[in-house]
């Protein structure tokens, strides 16, 4: 895990890729939970008999629980020290760019795209990239913003 010493460092790394997360598998089961939590049921992520004879042949993971694994990867790729107040700020852009089959190992990889001082604090743009192995195009790609205070 790289430690990122307070905005300063965070702004010399703009353009810089700081790294990748832990492979992590979705099954069926963490599929099923993330429904139960969000009340979103759809046929394409838990119904797996309806699902295999379906376009993807499997059940889909949630395109936001995929998103949902963004501080779980963050959280194993870096931390931000020096600074007294880190809030999830929001989201510029989000893509999901194609399904996550049930079983997918995913991973997220994360880059510092820019900084933006302001009057409330420092917003930092991350982009993370979210990953199918084996796959060529990614599950998931998201600017997330960070708002640092020193």
């Not at 010399?12 to 969000?38: K, R, Y």
């Not at 991350?126 to 997330?144: F, Q, S, Y």
Request: aromatic share 6%.
């Amino acid at each position: 895990m790289r430690t990122l010493n307070g905005i300063d460092e965070i702004t010399s790394l703009v353009g810089t890729e700081l790294g990748s997360s832990e492979w992590t598998t979705i099954d069926q089961d963490a599929i099923n939970t993330f429904a139960d939590v969000t009340d979103d049921h759809q046929w394409i992520h838990i119904d797996e008999q309806r699902a295999a004879e379906g376009p993807y042949g499997s059940t889909i993971v949630h395109g936001f629980f995929t998103l949902s694994l963004i501080p779980k990867f963050s959280a194993e790729i870096f931390t931000i020290e020096g600074v007294s107040i880190r809030v999830n700020y929001g989201l510029n852009k989000v893509r999901f760019a194609q399904p996550v089959p049930v079983g997918s190992r995913l991973r997220g990889t994360v880059s510092v795209n820019e900084v933006i001082p302001g009057d409330k604090g420092t917003q930092v743009i991350l982009k993370h990239v979210i990953e199918i192995e084996g796959e060529e195009r990614p599950a998931c790609i998201a600017e997330v913003v960070t708002l640092l205070v020193e």
